[in-house]
């Protein structure tokens, strides 16, 4: 019923940028906070930024300064600028949002969505 499809990951060396995309499709009626957390093997699955319907933004410390979060609300679309990649930026990048999804003509259900996940490698 809603797929967040991600889009954007790949390698790059070390101080290089990318930029993620995360859009969502489906019977939507909102869309609340949207954001990206990443796993790195081994490691639990972590926040790296979010962003509110409004536009406020929260990130995680590693990233401050680095990463830029935004979104287009009409596009129901979310993005990652990532600048002065680091190795230790390397992870899959899943898109995450709570979406308030319209499930027949009178009712709805708000529910967390995952996409599929997206590679990121640095090399140093």
């Known amino acids: 019923q809603v797929q967040l499809v991600e889009s954007g990951g790949g390698s790059v060396q070390a101080g290089g940028s990318l930029r993620l995309s995360c859009t969502a499709s489906?019977?939507?009626?909102?869309?609340?906070?949207m954001g990206w957390y990443r796993q790195a093997p081994g490691k639990q699955r972590e926040l790296v930024a979010a962003?509110?319907?409004?536009?406020?933004?929260n990130y995680g410390d590693s990233v401050k300064g680095r990463f830029t979060i935004s979104r287009d609300n009409a596009k129901n679309t979310v993005y990652l600028q990532m600048n002065d990649l680091k190795p230790e930026d390397t992870a899959v990048y899943y898109c995450?949002?709570?979406?308030?999804?319209?499930?027949?003509?009178?009712?709805?259900?708000?529910?967390?969505?995952w996409g599929q996940g997206t590679q990121v490698t640095v090399s140093s």
């Open positions: 489906g019977n939507t009626v909102s869309i609340n906070d």
């Open positions: 995450n949002a709570d979406i308030l999804l319209r499930t027949s003509y009178y009712t709805t259900r708000a529910s967390n969505y």
């Open positions: 962003i509110s319907s409004g536009g406020s933004t």
